[in-house]
């Protein structure tokens, strides 16, 4: 609790600082290299690096450690492609560049599905950060549990924006690193060993391989295809002071990032060794940690992991805010002046996050990542033509956006109720049938006086 209220108050404190929109937002392109670099190490690692990594490694031994490294590769790609973006992307939301770009056709139809994408995400994310609570809190319900953490993010979210995001990420990013990497050292030595942990588990928990490829490969293809143009991450980086810190802090959002569930995945395996039956492995970490660790630091251990998964969490509340709040002043009120939008953009964070409480009773705590994953794939995926040929190939139309966008979408919600997500992960029938629409229907109704924005 002292460790919360100390992170949260410096998030608190940045609000402080906040006169405009543009400043909540990231609208002002205040981001340095560092803070942009741990903005993003904070979006990624989240609750899936840090509890669905653990769980992996409880079920499937070391390979755990791939999400983070082939998940956050993105990271490059975005870093590829910061000049770009920056110098064609104005104002700091996707669904203003969609309606600038094409029209508001395609904007409505990315607002409404990230708005559906943000209310199932953040539950998610809550679910792993219930997984904590309630081990350190055991008479607590899940439910409470989840109100928690829910409010331990949006507290600073709402009221310090971009300003709060940057302060907390900074301290959880390296807070976290410290805290596991000193946790790993100290426990494995009673082990005999890294190799001796290993010993105490099935043979295959060794394998780096022990996952399947094709999975492995939708992680990298699927987070250049898909998380690298969402809302959450481009934000931070239309918020870089230059195109140069953009490049920069994203190749250190990866070295943040990357290496992360390298420890969390050993995490999980120490909680196998203990013969310990956790069903399916979603609290792993926090067993493991409670299990190895004294009550204090075991505490900051906690904290700093809820805080990094609040920060994640924090991030999609302050994308899906400013998406929300763009819908207010272009469709609702277009001459609302700045001091109302930035009371709005407060006040609309805050609501949305709690009405994300009612799908978390609904989600399973079974295979998180894959489901996350999947759910990632299908909403983000299908953007990506709209933006990436948006952005290089003039001759994408507003009708080959739209009709992108659609199919991608309905191809993957299809998928994912079929079942088929177990055979082949959702992000390569999304991203054939996204991209030959959208080529397909801009060549038949690209013409040559097209207007491009």
């Not at 002292?2 to 909540?24: D, E, H, M, P, R």
């Not at 560092?34 to 904070?42: N, P, T, V």
């Not at 203003?96 to 990230?114: G, N, P, T, V």
Request: glycine share 8%.
């Amino acid at each position: 609790m002292i460790t919360f209220a100390l992170i949260v108050g410096v998030g608190i404190y940045a609000g402080t600082k906040i006169q405009s929109s543009s400043q909540w937002s990231g609208g002002d392109k205040s981001l340095g290299v560092f803070s942009l670099g741990c903005i993003f190490a904070a979006w990624q690692i989240g609750g899936m690096a840090i509890v669905g990594a653990a769980q992996n490694g409880y079920n499937i031994g070391i390979s755990g450690m791939w999400y983070s490294i082939a998940g956050s590769f993105y990271f490059i790609a975005l870093a590829f492609f910061a000049k770009t973006i920056r110098s064609k992307m104005p104002g700091e939301s996707v669904s203003e560049y969609l309606q600038i770009r094409f029209d508001k056709k395609s904007s409505r139809l990315y607002s409404y599905a990230w708005i559906i994408y943000g209310f199932f995400y953040i539950p998610i994310q809550l679910k792993t950060v219930s997984s904590i609570i309630s081990i350190v809190l055991p008479e607590v319900s899940m439910t409470i549990a989840m109100i928690i953490g829910l409010t331990v993010a949006v507290v600073y979210t709402s009221f310090s924006g971009m300003k709060g995001a940057s302060s907390v990420s900074r301290i959880v990013c390296f807070g976290i690193y410290a805290l596991l990497i000193t946790f790993v050292l100290r426990v494995l030595p009673t082990f005999g060993g890294f190799n001796g942990l290993l010993d105490t588990v099935p043979a295959e928990f060794s394998s780096p391989t022990n996952m399947p490829l094709q999975r492995i490969i939708a992680w990298i293809f699927g987070g250049c295809i898909s998380t690298a143009v969402m809302q959450s991450v481009l934000q931070p980086l239309l918020a870089a002071k230059s195109p140069e810190v953009a490049k920069k802090g994203s190749i250190l959002g990866y070295l943040n990032s990357a290496p992360i569930c390298f420890l969390t995945a050993i995490c999980g395996i120490m909680a196998k060794s203990t013969g310990a039956e956790l069903g399916d492995g979603a609290t792993a970490f926090a067993f493991a940690i409670k299990y190895f660790s004294s009550p204090i630091f075991a505490g900051i251990i906690f904290a700093c992991s809820t805080m990094i998964i609040a920060a994640t969490m924090a991030t999609m509340m302050l994308a899906t805010g400013t998406i929300i709040t763009n819908l207010y002043k272009t469709d609702i009120n277009p001459n609302a002046d700045d001091a109302k939008i930035l009371k709005y953009s407060k006040i609309i964070t805050f609501v949305f996050a709690y009405l994300t409480l009612i799908p978390s009773f609904l989600i399973p705590s079974e295979s998180l990542t894959n489901l996350f994953l999947t759910l990632q794939h299908i909403a983000a995926a299908p953007v990506s033509f709209s933006i990436l040929f948006g952005l290089l190939w003039k001759k994408t139309t507003k009708e080959g956006a739209f009709w992108s966008m659609a199919t991608g979408m309905i191809v993957g919600v299809t998928w994912m109720i079929l079942g088929l997500t177990d055979k082949l992960e959702a992000v390569y029938p999304v991203v054939i049938v996204t991209y030959l629409v959208g080529i397909i229907v801009s060549k038949i109704t690209y013409k040559e006086d097209y207007n491009i924005g």
